[in-house]
């Protein structure tokens, strides 16, 4: 199987089951949403309402229509997942990513049967590898980036993995508390659900992760500052006897 490798949105995007036309209608996918909701071009949207040149209620549909999202995961997560910065500014990173991967599998679903679109430390998939295997992500252990500590095997309907923390881009996630995680691998139905529910846990603490997973719509590993290493049993199962779980 073919892959096709890209950089957008500050990371690179990565396709397996791509056709070269394809590939190019992935890319205006994520070129569309860096447009719109890029903090670092001063012509996006986003960057003209940070700037007050744009009001919100100006903005296009669209862009308030994200921003409602983010505002509703806000309040699903108790707050442990904002779209503002501490200073005010609307950043909706925590959601575009998400939702451009979640357009780019749609385009792959019309053309493939088997597929996996990765960028950042989210992948979301089709089918199966090599038409036969499950698609596999392996989680890292974020004190030892050279050591995998488990294979999370993506099925349907959980077909989304995706991990945050602070290992390789810092401390750059806003907590509203003392650090209790260093990184969270989120399994879900969907990428957004993934990807939102990994940030909140990282900017949480024991409380939210307890919170955010009692209704087993999800299956979490979460590596704690204090070494501890949480899983629910879905995910424990993925994980190596090396991981030394201690909380589930």
């Given at each position: 199987m073919t892959v096709a490798t890209f950089e957008t949105m500050g990371t690179v995007v990565s396709l397996r089951g791509a056709a070269p036309e394809t590939v190019a209608a992935v890319r205006a996918v994520f070129a569309g949403y860096d447009r719109r909701y890029s903090l670092y071009d001063?012509?996006?949207?986003?960057s003209r309402i940070?700037?007050?040149?744009?009001?919100?209620?100006?903005?296009?549909?669209?862009v308030r229509d994200v921003y409602a999202l983010?505002?509703?995961?806000?309040?699903?997560?108790?707050?442990?997942?904002?779209?503002?910065?501490?200073?005010g500014v609307i950043d909706l990173s925590g959601v575009v990513?998400?939702?451009?991967?979640?357009?780019?599998?749609?385009?792959?679903?019309?053309?493939?049967?088997?597929?996996?679109?990765?960028?950042?430390?989210?992948?979301?998939?089709?089918?199966?590898?090599?038409?036969?295997?499950a698609w596999s992500v392996g989680v890292v252990?974020?004190?030892?980036?050279?050591?995998?500590?488990?294979?999370?095997?993506?099925?349907?309907?959980?077909?989304?993995?995706?991990?945050?923390?602070?290992?390789?881009?810092?401390?750059?996630?806003?907590?509203?508390?003392?650090?209790t995680f260093v990184q969270a691998t989120v399994v879900a139905d969907d990428i957004v659900t993934a990807d939102v529910l990994a940030t909140a846990v990282v900017a949480g603490d024991e409380e939210d992760l307890r919170r955010l997973t009692s209704d087993g719509g999800v299956d979490v590993v979460a590596f704690g500052a204090d070494g501890r290493v949480w899983a629910t049993p879905g995910a424990a199962e993925s994980l190596s006897d090396t991981a030394q779980v201690t909380e589930r």
């Amino acid at each position: 199987m073919t892959v096709a490798t890209f950089e957008t949105m500050g990371t690179v995007v990565s396709l397996r089951g791509a056709a070269p036309e394809t590939v190019a209608a992935v890319r205006a996918v994520f070129a569309g949403y860096d447009r719109r909701y890029s903090l670092y071009d001063p012509a996006s949207v986003l960057s003209r309402i940070a700037a007050g040149s744009l009001r919100l209620a100006d903005a296009p549909e669209q862009v308030r229509d994200v921003y409602a999202l983010a505002l509703d995961w806000r309040e699903r997560t108790g707050g442990a997942f904002t779209p503002h910065r501490p200073d005010g500014v609307i950043d909706l990173s925590g959601v575009v990513k998400a939702l451009a991967i979640r357009d780019a599998g749609a385009v792959l679903d019309t053309v493939a049967a088997d597929w996996m679109v990765s960028a950042g430390g989210d992948v979301l998939v089709r089918g199966h590898h090599r038409g036969a295997q499950a698609w596999s992500v392996g989680v890292v252990d974020p004190a030892r980036r050279d050591r995998v500590v488990g294979i999370v095997r993506l099925d349907a309907p959980r077909r989304a993995v995706a991990t945050s923390g602070t290992a390789e881009r810092g401390d750059h996630i806003w907590r509203r508390t003392v650090p209790t995680f260093v990184q969270a691998t989120v399994v879900a139905d969907d990428i957004v659900t993934a990807d939102v529910l990994a940030t909140a846990v990282v900017a949480g603490d024991e409380e939210d992760l307890r919170r955010l997973t009692s209704d087993g719509g999800v299956d979490v590993v979460a590596f704690g500052a204090d070494g501890r290493v949480w899983a629910t049993p879905g995910a424990a199962e993925s994980l190596s006897d090396t991981a030394q779980v201690t909380e589930r």
